[in-house]
């Protein structure tokens, strides 16, 4: 039921964009002011959360461990799964976002004769999240082509070094497959184990279709139905340098891959997409484990009736008394 | 009734008389692997039913949670338990807990790592409620629903499709008190995402707002604690009768004289044990007060309120009790003028002290608090203890109470300990940071009212029970082989007690448990008789 | 609160069958509560056990420790277990009148 | 479970470091080779296959480490093999990829290399070569993990993995079989063309691939605390004797055709340049008997059961077999079938540096995956005792 | 399978057409796109069933003067062959060789002193069963229904298979980059890339306009004899028939298809 709602959504999208660029020819409210829209939601959205998120205090410690602690200096701690300092956190944080450490350590539990509970390395989700988020960042930070004018070196050479590989003579972009690969695999085990597609709203299922039906443009756009690719870059430099002018000849599947990028950049701060800037802030994380080297001062502290020795005493004085301990007063 | 594995979070406010009934739980190693081996599973008193929420899993855990009577009263709940939501999401009124909150709110990607994690969704037999999202679920249907604009224009989309009444409510509490807090679930999340917080958050809700928690925790708990200085009750006399009685047994049985030093001003450092050993397990401050003398350490117990009871429920479901309780347990060891604070044999107490209140105690008051571990790995390494493995040799295994491990990060002192003194010992697997809770982790080991305990021995345990049962699988069938499951925590001696008496393991099989220190004492050279008690025939 | 009917007084107990208000507590009450707890009749050794709890609860406001029940009244656990089959804690303090114990106990 | 591979001491990490430090060596060379071509290599246009094909090569035999283990224990329940089968199968793991990777440096126009599976040519030798050489490196991959995670778990392996087992045998048989095969079926190249090419391939592997499990093992005796047990060595090292013996017997019938037949189209011409020199051409002719004294080397110490037995011994001779059939299969077969050229005509060739520090660098890379595949089997067995 | 070849030499052929009708563009642009110029076979191409080469050696001797190499430069030139200038990386589709090189297993110590030395011209000798295109993994390398045995530089991926295969030597491989070698480039013909292999592909590119092979053109003293072996009318029918031949290492039986009359 999701799959479909999220599917038949993303096909009005990429059908909205269609038509309303070669029917209705709005080709400037596709190719400007939706982009510009878009984006400045995300940026809007985006910072609203994380200076929400950012200060809010978080007066608990409340890390995981995933090691070691720092204690006597005879006991070999892990610097970095159960960090004590600023460093082993940044370290620690590093893992988790660029090769996603605790996904890496997750086990998966399976009965077997015995009865005997087998523990297997999961390895695929970590495999297959990994290639997505890596192929996705790769691939984003190649569009920095169209933004850019004279491109940046290392745009080229992560171009270069991507498109290495050759079929026929076409460049192939190995991030291109890896992303479509990756991202029907994440769909199909949401679809295919039972425990996930029963947790998986349509809200699960829409971004990776989304981003599913943009990587698919985009390819076709390289492989398939040419566009004329000066023309493209003639409007994006006109985005970026708010001088916005809309070429003539573009294919429409470069605004139906424009539509979709609008609608992911606008969806993304209101969804679960938003984890790329919650990362970072989740206190399970992002707080060492130092409570027996340094001491914290919180401002915001407010006072704690405390129930002082009078009150007990004069709770209990009875029973003091009858077990002949002293008592302040008769 | 749905089958368990096709219920879905927005049933949970489904009409009907339960929910969900647990069905075939995993199965248990050898030589429980026959089902006749385990007590069966009863029903719930229709008089409980009548009155309390049983229409979740048929097990009540808050018993203070009670059938309203009027529909007045519902709404009156309902509209009680919206303000609590609502107040948990403003900064303003949990400024604790709302940044890591919303956090694990607002982008679970659904990944169902923490699925994989969580020993009560295992140990159910995978029933769906019991997976570490389901209530996350269930309260972001009912957040989206009532609080955020997505939610209202989006509806299902984003899963807003709930319908919040009495039952629903108290569904979500019940299943607040089915997860164990032991963040193994949050450890996993690739996210960093923590659905026991959550878990944690609908208590509070409950707690702080309606006034509902089980009584165990709440009026026998933190209140009692907070009035007569321990959860237990303990009175400054009852304890100083306690300890006179301790010192009289450690004489008895080693004949060693030990004056158990109290309330000494100055002192290195102030050992804080949990009440209950002194209730439940004398022969632990006893093991203490052994070793700490042995190796000539310059410590001290106290008797001031507060000063003898390290625990703090509050930690479980209410910040503002935890908070009272520590600031009053570490203005004790000011006034004494102690170095530092050593936390005994209490998984709870490490996380509550060492950890959480880090950041609520602040500058001077910050008191420099320690795990007895890694000093009792110190003693033993550093040779101040003259020990002799031999006297422990049967098969030993560890349990990790998850505060020690996964909260704090303690890990080595304890294994290598047990590998200096045990020379049977053997690992769970998994182990260290990666343990499974005990099943009575967040208060579940004294929540002790109604059917609770069943779920606890059936299901909460069930996982760590199989552990043990896989730990000493090659000796399990002999009952002239005694087995000793080293819990270091008194949590999780009391759900161990239970749990070996609940499946009939001790007497069957002679498997028993307890902690580190008597284990330590146990192998002690100049001690004649055997301090463990099972070995004492 | 439950309450059960005793000589025609209601008297507050908790879900679990104990007592809320220790006050209330006299010795036919104990044999009120024994029956509920399955044992028919108070023996000698029952009430040794008994008057100690109770006393003892009178004292420090709190149930010994099982040891030093033990100890004190001279019956190991298995006798214990023996005279009362639902425990000392549950069993005995809830005929002793005691509420019931709470904590990591 | 590959976290196991994450902790070590400091000379662990040292190793790794080291290895790494290698292979950015190599790297930098390969970067070097994309930009200015193969120049930067010995090859020429007489000799166009060199280093890396024979590196190639001799590799593909030491994959048969895997099968030597595995074929006692799962068809003749040879108990003793059982701590190490792991051992075997991951040694293969390692030289596939070693070989793959050599192949692939050996392209002129790598970025094309998709070009085999876009247009497959079940006509070409290297076609299959290709296949059973993935193939291969697949189902080891996958057995021995599966059988270490198994074991990790003490549970008997998932039956499937059993069955895949079963297919590994006949499997490794065919990569020598077809690696052979692209050399044996060329017309033209008279060293090659010989009709027990295969056979000679599978006795070096059988050979060169459990001398250096033996090195292996020995290795982490001395440096971890796993033991693969003396019994399990010592049939390991019958294996390698009569594999030895083999290989040495088969070089000699080349010998034997070539040069009293007397015809020089059976390989006599490169033999001579091989072992003699040719045109007074003979670049390789120290190497070559450099070979033939430590097989012979090898062979003494092997046969003889009293030095077979003795572990100091059994190393050196290990270590001569492992040597000598790198020289014979990694270079001296392949240049052998280019010298002469088809103009009779002797060019010469030696590897340059670059080559030379790719070449390193690649088994720095198989190292760092042994090691890593080591690591964690060995971390399993200490942890399962 | 073979259905599929069949298309793809179609292609080629058309593609091969495209090569001249476009003259300029680059080839990339013809094998890249797909949507492929339809361009007609030219009307005057030669066709021929099975192509073959006869090489007058008597004549090449006889008439020509010492170290013409008129055939060679003419090959070259039209096929943009650089100029290396190393004998190890050498590239070269038409060359000379002694007669003791190029049939080394006819030689022998009192052969006759006619041929002792002997330049002879050799090239590829598109074999009517040839190993290179057997060994070939990508079809880099195939044979044409007319018997030419060519190459795709846009498949090959460098991998030499063709050379250890070939028993005549007659392939080079680049290297390096063969563009700074070439002296003037001929822009009707793809310069290659570093990487792939290249040969004589007996001027497939002129027989489509309708032209002889180049050096055949270039032989001013007709040593050089193009034909269809298939057509027995056909000029090297008559010749041989009509003449003592040798090829070279036929017994390895590959079928080569350059004659030689000595
Ligand atoms: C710092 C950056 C980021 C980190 C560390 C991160 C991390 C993760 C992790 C650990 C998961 C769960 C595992 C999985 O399902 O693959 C996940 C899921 C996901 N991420 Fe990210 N992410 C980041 C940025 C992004 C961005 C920029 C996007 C897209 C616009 C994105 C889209 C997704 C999606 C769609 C899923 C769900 C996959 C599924 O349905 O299985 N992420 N992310
Ligand atoms: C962040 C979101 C985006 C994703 C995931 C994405 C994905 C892709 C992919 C997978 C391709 C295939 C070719 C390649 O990998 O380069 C592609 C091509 C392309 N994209 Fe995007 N794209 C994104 C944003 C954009 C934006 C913002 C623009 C322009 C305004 C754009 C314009 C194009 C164009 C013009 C091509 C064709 C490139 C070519 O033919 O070389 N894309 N995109
Ligand atoms: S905290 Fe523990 S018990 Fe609770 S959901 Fe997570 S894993 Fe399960
Ligand atoms: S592991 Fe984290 S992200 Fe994944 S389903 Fe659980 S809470 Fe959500
Ligand atoms: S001569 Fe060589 S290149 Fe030419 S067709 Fe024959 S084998 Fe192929
Ligand atoms: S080098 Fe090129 S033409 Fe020769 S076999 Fe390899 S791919 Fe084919
Ligand atoms: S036929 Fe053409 S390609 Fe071949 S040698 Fe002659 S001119 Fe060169």
Redesign the interface.
């Known amino acids: 039921m999701g799959i479909g709602l999220s599917l038949i959504l993303v096909i009005a999208l990429v059908s909205v964009a269609y038509l309303g660029v070669e029917v209705a020819d709005l080709r400037f409210l596709f190719g400007v002011i939706i982009p510009y829209a878009a984006v400045a939601t995300f940026l809007a959205g985006l910072v609203y959360r994380v200076v929400k998120w950012a200060s809010t205090p978080v007066p608990f410690r409340i890390p995981v461990t995933g090691g070691q602690q720092k204690s006597l200096p005879w006991i070999k701690a892990s610097k970095f799964d159960n960090p004590s300092s600023t460093f082993g956190v940044v370290v620690r944080m590093a893992l988790e976002v660029l090769v996603f450490r605790s996904l890496?350590?997750n086990t998966k539990m399976e009965l077997?004769?015995?009865p005997?509970?087998?523990?297997?390395?999961e390895?695929w989700l970590w495999l297959a999240g990994l290639l997505f988020h890596w192929s996705f960042l790769i691939i984003f930070t190649r569009h920095l082509r169209f933004f850019t004018d004279p491109v940046p070196s290392f745009v080229k050479l992560i171009e270069s070094a991507d498109g290495?590989?050759?079929?026929?003579v076409q460049g192939?972009y190995i991030t291109d497959v890896v992303i479509l690969v990756a991202v029907t695999y994440l769909f199909i085990r949401r679809v295919v184990i039972p425990q996930v597609r029963y947790i998986s709203l349509p809200s699960d299922y829409f971004p990776l279709f989304l981003i599913l039906a943009l990587a698919i443009s985009g390819v076709l756009m390289r492989y398939f139905v040419r566009v004329d690719i000066t023309a493209v870059k003639e409007l994006t430099m006109g985005l970026v340098t708010f001088n916005p002018r809309v070429p003539e000849g573009i294919g429409a599947v470069f605004y139906i891959h424009l539509f979709l990028v609008s609608v992911l950049f606008a969806y993304f701060p209101f969804s679960k997409l938003v984890h790329m800037a919650g990362v970072f802030l989740s206190p399970t994380r992002n707080l060492p484990n130092d409570s027996r080297e340094r001491r914290h001062i919180n401002p915001w502290n407010y006072p704690v009736k405390v129930h002082t020795y009078e009150e007990y005493e004069e709770e209990f004085r009875e029973q003091m008394k009858l077990a002949g301990l002293p008592v302040e007063k008769e | 009734m749905v089958k368990n594995r096709d219920l879905k979070p927005q049933d949970i406010g489904r009409p009907g008389e339960q929910l969900t009934k647990l069905g075939k739980l995993m199965e248990l190693p050898a030589p429980y692997d026959d089902p006749d081996m385990e007590p069966p599973l009863t029903e719930p008193k229709d008089s409980w039913k009548e009155k309390h929420c049983a229409s979740l899993d048929g097990y009540i855990g808050i018993d203070t949670l009670t059938r309203p009577q009027t529909k007045k009263e519902e709404e009156e709940f309902v509209k009680k338990f919206l303000s609590g939501l609502e107040k948990i999401f403003s900064d303003e009124t949990n400024r604790n807990f709302i940044q890591p909150l919303l956090l694990s709110f607002e982008y679970c990607a659904k990944c169902n790592t923490c699925s994989e994690a969580c020993h009560v969704y295992q140990a159910s037999g995978k029933n769906e409620i019991y997976r570490p999202i389901f209530r996350s679920e269930v309260l972001r249907k009912i957040a989206k629903k009532y609080f955020t604009k997505s939610g209202k224009i989006l509806g299902r989309f984003v899963g807003a499709d709930i319908n919040v009444n009495w039952e629903t409510i108290a569904r979500l509490g019940e299943l607040a008190y089915r997860c164990n807090l032991c963040r193994r679930c949050a450890q996993t999340c690739p996210l960093g995402l923590d659905n026991a917080l959550l878990a944690r958050e609908i208590r509070k809700i409950f707690s702080q707002e309606m006034g509902i928690a089980p009584k165990p925790l709440h009026e026998k708990g933190t209140m009692l604690q907070l009035k007569t200085g321990s959860t237990t009750g303990i009175t400054k006399p009852a304890l100083l009768d306690m300890i006179e009685f301790i010192e009289e047994e450690i004489e008895e049985k080693t004949g060693k004289k030990i004056k158990i030093p109290i309330d000494k001003k100055g002192a290195d450092i102030l050992l804080v044990h949990n009440a209950g050993e002194f209730m439940s397990w004398p022969e632990n401050p006893a093991a203490f007060a052994i070793l700490f003398e042995e190796a000539g350490l310059d410590w001290t117990l106290s008797s001031e309120m507060m000063g003898y009871d390290n625990v703090n429920y509050g930690i479980w479901y209410d910040d503002l009790q935890a908070k009272k309780i520590a600031l009053q347990q570490f203005k004790v060891a000011k006034d004494l003028g102690v170095n530092r604070i050593v936390i005994g044999e209490c998984g709870h107490a490490h996380k509550a002290a060492a950890v959480s209140m880090d950041r609520i105690v602040t500058g001077e008051d910050n008191i420099p608090r320690e795990s007895f571990l890694p000093i009792l790995w110190d003693l033993v390494k550093t040779k101040k203890l003259k020990l002799d493995p031999s006297k422990n040799n049967f098969p030993v295994t560890l349990h990790d109470p998850c505060n020690v491990v996964r909260m704090m990060g303690v890990v080595q002192p304890q294994r290598n300990i047990l590998k200096a003194i045990c020379p049977q010992f053997r690992e769970m697997?998994p182990h260290g940071v990666h343990n499974y809770c005990c099943g009575g982790g967040s208060g579940f080991a004294i929540m002790n009212y109604m059917n609770f305990p069943e779920f606890r021995n059936k299901v909460s345990s069930r996982m760590k029970f199989k552990q043990i049962l896989d730990a000493f699988q090659d000796t399990v069938k002999d009952p002239g082989i005694p087995k000793y499951v080293c819990a270091p925590c008194s949590n999780c001696k009391g759900t161990m007690r239970d749990l070996l008496e609940y499946y009939g393991a001790t007497e069957k099989f002679n498997i028993h448990y307890g902690g580190l220190v008597e284990l330590t004492v146990n192998a002690l050279v100049d001690i004649k008789n055997p301090f463990l008690e099972f070995l004492q025939e | 609160m439950p309450f059960v009917e005793f000589e025609g007084q209601k008297i507050e107990v908790d879900e679990d069958g104990f007592i809320t208000d220790p006050e209330l507590w006299n010795e036919k009450l104990a044999e009120f509560l024994a029956k509920t707890e399955g044992i028919e009749e108070l023996t000698e050794d029952h009430w040794k056990v008994i008057r100690y709890l109770n006393e003892y609860y009178k004292k420090y406001g709190i149930a010994p420790m099982v040891r030093k029940l033990c100890k004190e009244t001279g019956y190991d656990m298995k006798k214990i277990y023996e005279l009362f089959p639902s425990g000392p804690a549950k069993g005995a303090c809830k005929i002793a009148g005691l509420p019931k114990p709470t904590g990591c106990v | 479970?590959?976290?196991m591979a994450l902790k070590g001491s400091k000379r662990y990490w040292g190793w790794i470091i080291s290895l790494l430090a290698v292979m950015g060596v190599g790297f930098s060379c390969y970067l070097l080779q994309l930009n200015?071509?193969?120049?930067i290599t010995g090859?020429?246009?007489?000799v166009?296959?060199g280093l890396y094909i024979g590196q190639f090569t001799f590799l593909v035999g030491v994959a048969a480490s895997a099968v030597t283990v595995v074929l006692p224990y799962y068809l003749h329940n040879v108990k003793t093999f059982g701590r190490i089968t792991i051992f075997g199968e991951f040694l293969a793991v390692a030289s596939v990829i070693m070989c793959l990777l050599f192949?692939f440096v050996?392209?002129?126009?790598?970025?094309?290399?998709?070009?085999?599976l876009?247009?497959p040519?079940p006509?070409?030798?290297?076609?299959w070569d290709?296949i059973v050489l993935n193939g291969y490196l697949l189902l080891n991959m996958v057995i021995g993990w599966n059988v270490l995670?198994?074991e990790?778990?003490?549970?008997p392996p998932p039956r499937w993995v059993r069955k895949l087992i079963y297919v590994s045998i006949p499997w490794a048989i065919s990569i020598h079989t077809v690696t052979a095969f692209?050399y044996a079926?060329?017309?033209?190249?008279h060293y090659w063309l010989s009709a027990i090419m295969a056979a000679r391939f599978l006795a070096s592997a059988f050979a060169s691939g459990p001398a250096l499990l033996i090195i292996l093992c020995f290795i982490m005796k001395r440096f971890t605390k796993f033991d693969a047990g003396r019994e399990a060595i010592q049939k390991l090292a019958v294996i390698v004797t009569y594999a030895t013996v083999i290989s040495v017997f088969f070089v000699g019938l080349e010998f034997f055709t070539a040069f009293y037949s007397q015809v020089?189209?059976h390989g006599m011409h490169s033999l001579e340049y091989l072992f003699f020199g040719l045109d007074g051409h003979g670049r390789l002719v120290p190497l070559m008997w450099m070979f033939v004294i430590l097989a012979a080397v090898a062979l003494v110490l092997l046969i003889n059961s009293k030095t077979r037995e003795k572990e100091s011994t059994l190393i050196v001779a290990c270590v001569a077999v492992f040597v000598s059939m790198l020289i014979e299969k990694g270079l001296g077969l392949v240049v052998g079938?280019?010298v002469p050229?088809?103009?009779?005509?002797v060019?010469e060739y030696s590897p340059t540096l670059p080559e030379i520090l790719i070449t390193l660098g690649i088994w720095a890379t198989g190292f760092l995956v042994l090691t890593i595949f080591y690591k964690i089997a060995v971390s399993v067995k200490e942890e399962t005792g | 399978m073979r259905g599929k070849r069949m298309d793809r030499r179609t292609f080629l052929k058309v593609a091969g057409a495209c090569v001249l009708g476009l003259g300029v563009m680059p080839v990339t642009d013809v094998f890249g796109g797909n949507d492929l110029p339809k361009i007609l076979r030219n009307p005057n191409a030669l066709v021929g069933k099975k192509w073959a080469m006869v090489v007058d050696m008597k004549k090449c001797w006889d008439n020509g003067e010492e170290g013409c190499v008129d055939c060679i430069r003419a090959c070259h030139r039209t096929h943009n062959v650089p100029n290396i200038g190393n004998?190890?990386?050498?590239?070269k589709w038409i060359w000379t060789?002694s007669y003791?090189?190029?049939f080394?297993?006819q030689k022998n110590e009192y052969m006759e002193e006619s041929l002792k030395g002997k330049p002879f011209i050799v090239l590829c000798n598109h074999c009517a069963n040839p190993?290179c295109v057997?060994?070939?993994?990508?079809?880099?390398t195939f044979k044409r229904e007319d018997g030419i045995v060519i190459m795709d530089y846009h498949?090959?991926?460098?991998?030499?298979?063709c050379?250890?295969?070939?028993?005549?030597?007659a392939r080079?491989?680049?290297?390096?980059?063969p563009r700074p070698f070439i002296a003037e480039v001929n822009p009707k013909f793809p310069t290659r890339?570093?990487?792939?292999?290249e040969k004589c592909n007996f001027c497939a590119e002129r027989l489509a306009e309708g032209l002889l092979p180049a050096c055949v053109e270039a032989c001013k003293h007709g040593a050089l004899v193009f034909g269809d072996l298939e057509d027995p009318e056909s000029n090297v029918r008559k010749i041989l028939r009509s003449n003592y031949i040798i090829q070279r290492?036929p017994q390895?039986?590959?079928k080569p298809n350059i004659y030689y009359i000595v």
């Not at chain 4, 050996?106 to 085999?116: S, T, Y």
């Not at chain 4, 990790?152 to 549970?155: A, L, P, W």
């Not at chain 5, 004998?87 to 590239?91: D, R, Y």
């Not at chain 5, 057997?134 to 880099?140: D, E, L, N, Q």
């Open positions: 890496f350590r077997r004769d015995g005997k509970l087998a523990y297997y390395w390895k290495f590989f050759r079929i026929g192939l | 697997t | 479970m590959l976290e200015k071509g193969l120049t090859l020429s246009r007489d166009s296959w192949i050996d392209l002129g126009k790598p970025m094309r290399i998709f070009n085999i876009l247009y040519t006509n070409s030798i290297m076609f290709m995670e198994a990790r778990n003490s549970v692209l079926g060329l017309p033209g190249r020089p189209a079938g280019f050229n088809p103009f009779e005509i060019t | 004998a190890k990386e050498e590239i060789a003791e090189n190029a080394p297993d190993p057997r060994v070939c993994p990508t079809k880099a498949r090959c991926i460098g991998c030499r298979y050379m250890a295969a070939c028993p005549y030597g080079s491989f680049n290297f390096k980059d890339e570093k990487g792939v292999v290492k390895l039986g590959t």
